[in-house]
C-alpha cells in the first residue's frame, strides 16, 4: 500500500508541474496573438485576447468600440521573455522591462493589463487595464 501511495503522490507532482507550464504556454500565446494582432492593425483579433471588464474599459475610455479604440492606444510591441503563473493570474514580462497581466477565464488566458511600466516603489502603470 505504501508504494501506490508514494507512486500517487509523485504522479500528482508531476502532473501539477505540467499544469504549470501549460498554463504559462498558453498565457504566452495569448500575449503574442495580442501583439501580432496589434502588428497587424488587427483590432478585433486583439480584443478577443482582452479580458471582457478591459474590453469594456477600453470602450469607454475611447469611446469607440474595442477594435477601434484598442489601435488608438499606440501600445507598443515587445517580445515575451518570461512567464509566472500564480494559480488563476498570470504576469509576462517583456524585453525593455513592461509587463502585461493575464487572467484565467472559461474562455482561457485574456489580458487585464497591457503596456504596463514599473515604478520603484509603486505598482505598475499601465496604460490599458480594466
Do not use: N
Not at 42 to 56: I, K, N, P, Q, V
Not at 57 to 71: H, N, T
Amino acid at each position: 500500500m505504501r508504494p501506490l501511495s508514494a507512486a500517487f503522490v509523485l504522479a500528482l507532482l508531476c502532473l501539477s508541474g505540467c499544469g504549470t507550464a501549460s498554463s504559462e504556454h498558453d498565457a504566452r500565446g495569448s500575449v503574442q496573438r495580442f501583439f501580432a494582432a496589434l502588428s497587424r492593425h488587427d483590432g478585433a483579433a486583439a480584443c478577443h485576447e482582452l479580458s471582457e471588464e478591459t474590453a469594456s474599459a477600453v470602450e469607454e475610455d475611447e469611446m469607440k468600440p474595442c477594435g477601434q479604440a484598442i489601435l488608438s492606444l499606440g501600445l507598443a510591441a515587445a517580445p515575451v521573455t518570461d512567464v509566472q503563473v500564480y494559480l488563476d493570474s498570470a504576469q509576462a514580462k517583456l524585453r525593455g522591462g513592461g509587463a502585461v497581466f493575464l487572467d484565467e477565464t472559461p474562455k482561457g488566458w485574456r489580458i487585464d493589463a497591457a503596456g504596463c511600466k514599473p515604478q520603484p516603489g509603486k505598482p505598475y502603470d499601465c496604460e490599458l487595464e480594466a
